[in-house]
């Protein structure tokens, strides 16, 4: 079994920052890919941003040049640093990573449970 866990959402300000963590844990041979899902009510889930097993990154249009997306490897997890907030960034955080476990050879797609960030005055 692998579980992602995340923490770190909250209330914060328009302009403020937030930091997310995520952490895999469970029967896990290697990591591919990172990254960091959102929904807002009323729209579909998003992707924010990718990081690879190598730290090559890709940012939403709307993530870019405010968000900062990086991974520790031999911890298995990944950090989402949120800065410059907006409004618009409230939303259901997910984590999502696609791991292969020890007792597959494929990698498969797990989700964290979401953790609730809410950008308001």
């Known amino acids: 079994q692998v579980q992602l866990v995340e923490s770190g959402g909250g209330l914060v300000q328009p302009g403020g920052s937030l930091r997310l963590s995520c952490a895999a844990s469970?029967?896990?041979?290697?990591?591919?890919?990172m990254g960091w899902y959102r929904q807002a009510p009323g729209k579909q889930r998003e992707v924010v941003a990718t990081?690879?097993?190598?730290?090559?990154?890709n940012y939403a249009d709307s993530a870019k040049g405010r968000f900062t997306i990086s991974r520790a490897n031999a911890k298995n997890t990944v950090t989402l640093q949120m800065n410059s907030l907006k409004p618009e960034d409230t939303a259901v955080y997910y984590c999502?990573?696609?791991?292969?476990?020890?007792?597959?050879?494929?990698?498969?797609?797990?989700w964290g449970k979401g953790t609730l960030v809410t950008v308001s005055s």
């Open positions: 999502n990573a696609n791991i292969v476990i020890t007792t597959s050879l494929r990698g498969m797609d797990y």
């Open positions: 469970g029967s896990i041979f290697s990591i591919n890919a």
């Open positions: 990081i690879t097993s190598g730290g090559s990154t």
